[in-house]
C-alpha cells in the first residue's frame, strides 16, 4: 500500500508552508519596526501573501483531517530535515535536503507575492 502522489504533495506542502509562514512573519515585523521612509506598500504585500498563505494551510488541514493524515517533525541534523507520516494507516517517512526547503519556500514566496497559489502550480516542488 502507497500513498497517492496527491497525498504525497500534501504533506510536503504541509511541511513547507509553516517554513514559508515563518519567513514573511519575521519580515513583516521587520518592515514594521524598520526606519523605512515608505513601508506601506511592503507590509501590505506581505499581509496579503500572508492571507494566502493561510487560506492554503487551512486547505491542507482540512484535506489531511478528512484522508486521515498526520505530518511529524523527527529530527534536523544541519543538512536533512527528516519528518515521519502517517497516511490512512500507511507509516513512511520523508528527508528533505534544508537547502531544497529554503528554495523551495523561495519558490511559494514569490507565487504569494504574485497573488497566486503555489499549491496550483507545479514550480514550486519542481
Known amino acids: 500500500m502507497q500513498i497517492k502522489e496527491e497525498e504525497h504533495i500534501m504533506i510536503h506542502y504541509f511541511i513547507l508552508l509553516p517554513l514559508v509562514k515563518k519567513v ?5 515585523h521587520l518592515f514594521e519596526e524598520g526606519a523605512f521612509k515608505v513601508k506601506d ?9 500572508l ?3 493561510h487560506e492554503d ?25 527528516r519528518y515521519s507520516y502517517v497516511c490512512r494507516g500507511y507509516e513512511g517517512t520523508s528527508s528533505y ?3 531544497n526547503l529554503k528554495r523551495q519556500a523561495r519558490h511559494c514566496m514569490d507565487a504569494y507575492f504574485s497573488k497566486n497559489s503555489p499549491l496550483h502550480s507545479d514550480s514550486v516542488l519542481h
Open 24 to 28: 514573511l512573519e519575521r519580515d513583516l
Open 51 to 53: 492571507h494566502l498563505l
Open 41 to 49: 506598500p511592503y507590509i501590505d504585500i506581505i499581509r496579503e501573501a
Open 57 to 81: 494551510m487551512r486547505y491542507i488541514k482540512k484535506y489531511m483531517y478528512q484522508n486521515h493524515m498526520r505530518v511529524m517533525f523527527d529530527k534536523n541534523d544541519g543538512m536533512f530535515s
Open 97 to 99: 535536503l534544508n537547502a
